[in-house]
């Protein structure tokens, strides 16, 4: 759980509101946005509990205040197994194959999608996701079906789906974006408070 003790939905200190970022990752871009947008979160709202956690690790009931998720654009889409799958083994950087080897990486296990598909309650009263993809015009993008998926459970989604730059297949990611994505935060968590 990135460094912080597992919640699985408890609730926070003293009643403090919750957050939680539920990211998956196959190289690290996604982690690395979902630990910027955990810090515009906090700096937003300072007296929350926020949690940044991997999709391997988060309870499937989780309940929380504040939800965001977040992962790759596979295939146009949320990831699947055959798209985990195919990570490649032969990764052209030593900084990217870094990333791959540091992650548990998303084929171990499911995804954002089989994550969402399992819900079977509301798990946060608000929520927001984004994605992480490479920069051309692309026709849909995972973060559009993780908000359908998450409206669907019950969630009021406060922020358009969002997505963030990669270089590349397997990034970095580009300039400028982990602030983007620090400034995001704050602005979800601004939405979410404003109710
Ligand atoms: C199998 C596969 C399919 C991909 N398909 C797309 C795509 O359709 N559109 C896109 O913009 N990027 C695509 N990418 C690039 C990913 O979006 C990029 O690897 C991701 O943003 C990196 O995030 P991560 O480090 O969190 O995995 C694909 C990457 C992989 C490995």
Same mark, same amino acid.
């Given at each position: 759980m990135d460094g912080q003790r597992p919640e699985g939905g408890r609730p926070g200190r003293g009643g403090a509101v919750r957050a939680h970022v539920v990211y998956e990752s196959m190289f690290g871009n996604s982690r690395a946005v979902a630990h910027a947008v955990a810090e515009g979160l906090r700096a937003a709202l300072p007296d929350a509990d926020v949690t940044v956690v991997n999709v391997l690790e988060v309870a499937d009931d989780l309940r929380t205040d504040v939800l965001v998720v977040g992962g790759p654009t596979h295939a146009f889409s949320m990831s699947r197994p055959e798209t985990r799958a195919s990570? #490649? !083994?032969? =990764?052209?950087?030593d900084e990217a194959r870094r990333a791959a080897e540091s992650? #548990? *990486? /998303?084929?171990a296990g499911r995804g954002v999608r089989e994550w969402l598909e399992q819900l !079977? /309650?509301? #798990? /946060?009263p608000v929520a927001a996701t984004f994605d992480t993809r490479v920069n051309r015009p692309v026709p849909k993008r995972a973060a559009s079906g993780m908000a359908r998926r998450l409206r669907s459970a019950g969630c009021r989604l406060v922020a358009p789906p969002q997505g963030f730059f990669v270089h590349?297949?397997? *990034? #970095? =990611? /580009?300039?400028g974006e982990l602030d983007r994505a620090t400034a995001w935060g704050g602005l979800v968590a601004r939405a979410a408070l404003e109710g």
């Open positions: 990570r #490649p !083994t032969h =990764l052209t950087t992650q #548990p *990486g /998303a084929d !079977t /309650a509301v #798990p /946060a590349g297949m397997h *990034g #970095p =990611l /580009a300039d």
